[in-house]
């Protein structure tokens, strides 16, 4: 991934910082629209994942649609270029502000998370005299077999729709006059690489088409939301998510009538990837049991490993780019921040050849969720981005 000429560029720059090479990302998002459109399959990226606006760019270039889960990103991604056509607003919590914003933005759907905010986008329509697209986001009760922090299909979770609820919501689609129903939405969770997962949705989406059929509902678009997972051990010799087999479940065991569409929400697996966040040693710390190797970056520029302890290689790169380095003992080290919070933690027991202050350190796969989180607490500089040509 990292060559002598972008480690001497990294040694050159200020540090921490997000770099993206924007080949991972160009190859990332070929073999996406390759894989999705061999089925006719359309997709859209979740903008929550990454809103770098090179990443943005990048991917509204592709012609993908956005999926938003604010009124800001319906915003941006229509200032992005992306066709409004093609923008879809997700979100347990739409405010008023918010869904006025996405009405007169003549967004192409609402992803709806509740009865009664099905009659409340039917008021904010009837108002300006619109008529509002939305889909039924169905609570699949579908185990995503991921970290519990990013399940969300399960019964009783706040994300979408029970079944048991759906009798009330085919009632009040009825009355309200000013919503146009286009179709069924999930999302299961995130960072799902177990493809059996995908055709137990499939599954239940079968079903819960047949149900909204029955009660008079033609389906015009079957969303399946995202959380296709990336390899966070192996960034480098899995590079690139698999698409291929993603798509593949859908395209086997979905039941798609003549005329429907089938839209997916990726987020993670389009970007992940892409970019790795490049931090410095800032102090080695040797204690009696343990070592401390300190770096200038921390929650504040990467939140995962401690908002949901997720897991991120870690290098360093001025001991050489993705070896171990085998003649050199290795040593555990605790990756950690600089900032006032214990749980400022990248990783414990990371296994690192001898590390010393100024070494260059990656933290890899931190396209997703990455960026997009940081924040300046402690007053911290706004982390900086860096490209490969
Ligand atoms: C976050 C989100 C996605 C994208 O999830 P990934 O795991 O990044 O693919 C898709 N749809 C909805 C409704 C979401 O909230």
Redesign the pocket.
């Known amino acids: 991934m990292f060559n002598n000429n972008t480690i001497q560029r990294f040694n050159e720059t200020e540090t921490p910082f997000y770099y993206y090479d924007m080949d991972v990302l160009r190859n990332t998002l070929d073999a996406c629209r390759d894989a999705s459109s061999k089925y006719g399959f359309h997709v859209h990226y979740?903008m929550?994942?990454n809103f770098n606006p090179q990443v943005v760019k990048t991917i509204q270039s592709y012609g993908f649609g956005a999926?938003c889960?604010s009124g800001n990103e319906v915003k941006a991604a229509i200032a992005h270029g992306f066709d409004k056509c093609k923008v879809v607003f997700?979100?347990v919590g739409k405010s008023d502000k918010e869904i006025n914003l996405a009405l007169d933005a003549n967004i192409f759907c609402f992803?709806v998370e509740s009865v009664q905010e099905l009659e409340i986008i039917n008021d904010l329509a009837a108002a300006k005299g619109k008529t509002a697209g939305i889909a039924i986001?169905i609570n699949p009760n579908v185990d995503a077999h991921t970290h519990h922090f990013?399940t969300?299909g399960l019964d009783e979770n706040k994300?979408g729709i029970n079944t048991w609820q759906l009798n009330d919501v085919a009632e009040t689609l009825r009355k309200c006059a000013n919503l146009k129903f286009l179709g069924i939405?999930f999302?299961i969770?995130?960072?799902?690489t177990d493809m059996e997962v995908y055709r137990s949705l499939c599954i239940r989406i079968n079903e819960m088409q047949d149900w909204f059929e029955d009660h008079g509902f033609a389906i015009k678009i079957l969303n399946t939301?995202?959380?296709?997972?990336v390899d966070y051990y192996n960034p480098d010799t899995n590079g690139i998510a698999n698409f291929e087999s993603y798509f593949e479940v859908f395209s086997k065991f979905l039941r798609v009538k003549p005329g429907q569409e089938v839209h997916f929400?990726?987020?993670?697996?389009?970007v992940a990837q892409s970019a790795s966040l490049i931090a410095r040693v800032l102090y080695v710390k040797n204690g009696q049991k343990k070592n401390f190797l300190i770096l200038d970056a921390g929650m504040t520029e990467l939140m995962r490993p401690m908002l949901y302890q997720a897991y991120h290689s870690i290098e360093n790169l001025t001991k050489g780019s993705g070896i171990r380095d085998q003649d050199k003992s290795e040593i555990k080290y605790d990756v950690v921040g600089p900032i006032c919070e214990s749980t400022d933690c990248f990783r414990k027991d990371v296994e690192l050849p001898q590390s010393h202050r100024g070494d260059l350190i990656a933290i890899r796969t931190a396209g997703?969720?990455g960026e997009v989180m940081a924040s300046n607490y402690n007053l911290r500089d706004q982390v900086l981005s860096v490209y490969s040509g």
């Open positions: 979740a929550k994942a999926d889960v997700a979100g992803n986001r990013i969300t994300f939405h999302h969770g995130s960072q799902i939301g995202g959380g296709l997972g929400e990726l987020g993670r697996a389009m997703a969720y």
